[in-house]
Every structure is written in structure tokens, then in C-alpha cells.
């Protein structure tokens, strides 16, 4: 049976400020991408995320961010690799400090916004992710957009990567994701969406924005919280995808295992 991983960005709340639905959410999904503090989140919030990961068996990621609240982390920025690299490695100790107050792992890594948009198009960022990666936590796995520079220097230097396609962003002609600046960026459409996922997942293609069908390789799907009517968005997918005889589980249970019969 072919399986899949279904993910989402959560705990980006802050303080009073309350954003996605989190509790409904993780009932739905198998893998967490945890924010640390950078874009959005703080200690209350990773404390409870990762609680609630532990209690509906959900695997955590860290999901590191540049230093950026007031923007969400979608903004670029000009940082050094050696500071970009501790940046990083601070934000994996905050997520490992309440995983071992909790009693549980990190499966994984996934730069968050514009972090994770330069990953694919700057070899130097995108070395200076997989480096920090490398100095701290060798042995997890990384979720990279297939094709893009991080995941060329994640193979060239040992990381187990995860290949991620996303349920509510279009995609270029390159197989890059269409900038959140330009319309039709993001679908909101769940009739939409779950033809979307289906044609990445069941054909291993996916239409661009300009109609152009290319090859992809799903491994885990990503559906962000922040999406319009992203709650149902995830029901539908995941309703499709069980209809379609495809396991759902955390990739950390089975991606290593399908690696070596590949």
C-alpha cells in the first residue's frame, strides 16, 4: 500500500494573538511543523503543540524561521551563513527542550516563508540550513521541495530527505511554488485542492499555473493552517486519499523503509 505523510505548519500563535485552529487541526494530520520563536510562536504555545503532537501520536518538526514576527517570516533576508547557521541551531534546542519535556522525538526539519523559498533557489542559504542540520541533529529527516538547491546539498551531504508537495500552492513551470505576491498563488478551492493533491500523489504530476503538467514525487503533503477554509481543505484531502487506498501516517514510521526497497 502506497502512504503518504500529511503535514502543517502550526503553534504560530503568540502571546494574545491566536492564529490557525490548531486543536481541530491536529486531529486530522500526521506530522507537525513546529514554529520556535523566529516567525511566529513562544514558549506557551511550543509547550502546548508539542503536548498535543505527543497526545494524537503526531510527528514534530521544527520549523525554523527567520528572526522576522512582524512579518511572519515571509519577508527575505540578507543574513550570514555562519549566523544564518545559529539562528537555526537555536531553534531546533527551543522545539528539543520541550520534545524531552514531554518524553518525545523530533522527526523532523523544514525551513519556514522566505527561509524555505531561498532554500530552493540560493545554494548558499540553503547549505547553511543543511550545515546547521548536520552539527546537531544528523539523523532526522528534512522536508525539501523536490529539485530545489536544498535538496541538492541535503543528498550531497547525507540527509534523509522528505520530498513535500502542498495542497494550497500553485506551482511554476521550474516545479518551484508561485510567490504568495501574484494571484492564483494560493488555492482555496477544497474541490480544487484535493485534485491537486490526487494528481501529485496517484500520477506523480502536477499542473503548473500556466496549465503545464510536470513530474513530481510526493512523500509528505503540506496544507497551511493559515489558508482559507484550510480546516476543510484538510478533510477533504485526507477523506480522498484513504478513498484512493492510500495510507496516511507519520513519515518517520515508514519513509527510511521505502527508501531501501526503492
Known amino acids: 500500500m502506497k502512504k503518504i505523510d500529511l503535514n502543517c505548519d502550526m503553534g504560530e500563535s503568540f502571546g494574545a494573538y491566536k492564529l490557525g485552529m490548531d486543536e481541530e487541526v491536529i486531529k486530522l494530520i500526521t506530522s507537525a511543523n513546529i514554529a520556535c520563536g523566529f516567525h511566529a510562536g513562544d514558549p506557551n504555545v ?14 514534530i518538526g521544527v520549523h525554523m524561521g527567520f528572526p522576522d514576527l512582524i512579518g511572519f517570516g515571509r519577508r527575505e533576508m540578507d543574513i550570514s551563513s555562519a549566523d544564518l547557521i545559529n539562528y537555526c541551531i537555536y531553534q531546533i534546542g527551543a522545539l528539543q527542550a520541550f520534545c524531552q519535556k514531554h518524553g518525545v522525538e523530533i522527526q523532523h526539519m523544514k525551513p519556514h516563508g522566505s527561509l524555505g523559498n531561498m532554500c530552493v533557489v540560493n545554494s548558499r542559504v540553503a547549505n547553511a540550513v543543511v550545515d546547521s542540520i548536520k552539527m546537531v541533529f544528523p539523523n532526522t529527516k528534512l ?120
Open 143 to 262: 522536508f525539501v521541495i523536490p529539485g530545489g538547491e536544498i535538496h541538492k546539498a541535503a543528498v550531497e551531504k547525507g540527509l534523509s530527505v522528505v520530498q513535500e508537495v502542498f495542497a494550497d500552492r500553485a506551482y511554476t513551470n521550474e516545479g518551484n511554488l508561485v510567490s504568495r505576491k501574484l494571484p492564483g498563488s494560493v488555492i482555496k478551492d477544497p474541490d480544487e485542492a484535493v485534485k491537486h493533491v490526487l494528481r501529485m500523489v496517484v500520477d506523480s504530476k502536477v499542473k503548473t499555473i500556466d496549465g503545464e503538467l510536470i513530474d513530481i514525487k510526493a512523500e509528505s503533503i503540506c496544507v497551511h493552517g493559515d489558508t482559507p477554509g484550510a480546516l476543510e481543505v484538510i478533510r477533504r484531502v485526507r477523506d480522498r486519499l484513504e478513498h484512493a487506498g492510500i495510507e496516511i501516517a507519520p513519515v518517520g514510521r515508514w519513509h527510511d523503509e521505502q527508501i531501501h526497497r526503492s
Open 46 to 59: 511550543m509547550d502546548h503543540t508539542v503536548a498535543m503532537a505527543k497526545e494524537y501520536g503526531v510527528g
